[in-house]
């Protein structure tokens, strides 16, 4: 993965625009994002491209509510495994990536290796859930769950900026 910085790989503050103007809305047109930032639509459409093509845009995705599609219960998950080894961890991982109520997967330092977000219908789901998928994986030790009782703050979008 390329580690440079944005400017490092040159981009500049019209790219950044267009960013978090794609962040804020994906579906807007490139003749009004042109217009708003008053560049040619060829320009800005070869930015875009770009950023496409350097994966710094890697994917466009239309955000679902989730308790309207029927998931009422949002957790964070915290898995211990034994033994650290990268067999058991890789294993975990493969299990983990294949079940669709695992929106996301982090390994972290601390006290427990893998940090899940996952989303669910019920107490029930989560307990089958639990019982059913994450104890019978290989290696896992220990399940420390929290249940959301209400999002604060819920964005995807990253600030971009340049380094000074």
Known sequence: MNRRTLQERGYDQLDLIIMEALQANCRISVTDLARRIHLSQPAVHNRIKRLERDGIIQRYVALIDREAA???????????????????????????????????????????????????????????????????????????????????????????????
Request: aromatic share 6%; with cysteine.
């Open 70 to 164: 029927g998931y009422d219960l949002l957790c964070f998950i915290r898995l211990t495994l034994q033994p650290h080894s990268r067999e058991v961890f890789c294993e975990a991982q493969a299990r983990l990536e294949a079940l669709p109520m695992v929106q996301e997967i982090y390994r972290t330092t601390g006290a427990h290796d893998l940090l899940l977000k996952v989303v669910l219908k019920s107490r029930e789901a989560l307990d089958r859930f639990i019982e059913d998928e994450l104890r019978t994986i290989r290696g896992v030790e220990r399940v420390d769950t929290d249940v959301v009782l209400n999002e604060v703050k819920r964005t995807t979008a990253i600030q971009v900026k340049m380094d000074t």
